[in-house]
């Protein structure tokens, strides 16, 4: 499905990487070639053109068996400096669910939008939850919310 959808990818969706604040690559988990659905990792790449949710608290207080749930590493992205975010998709319900409240903290104004359907996805016609794919839509809240914060002031 991928393959036939590869010139609108590089036609519309490629060009607009330069530009963006946060980029998603959803990937299979190394050593790992069968498709494993809501188990994808995903790395973000998170440019400092907007501030980032500080995720120290997190990483900072993890256990040594934690971090391979999420890890925060700094490198370079088309020759700029920024955070690579990695989230494992095998990331355990609880410790998602711990990452979650460490964003929302850093948005106590919209707390009340907190959405219980986050990182859900259909395969077929099943309901599924993908941890990784949650914190990501989360982030891009984030920064739509810190956004609009910012704008109203």
Known sequence: ALKKREHD????????????DIVMNFHRPEGNTEETGGHLNVKLVLRPTIPNPDLSVFIDESREDDKKCLSLSLGRDEGRPVDFLH?????????????????????????????????EFYDGLETKVSYPLALSQLLIAYHLLYAQKITEK
């Open 9 to 20: 990818a590089a036609t519309y969706i490629k060009p607009q990487r330069t530009y963006a």
């Open 87 to 119: 989230i494992a998709g095998n990331t355990p319900v609880n410790k998602a669910k711990e990452l979650e409240d460490v964003i929302w903290s850093h948005l106590p104004d919209f707390e009340h939008l907190r959405e219980s359907q986050i990182g």
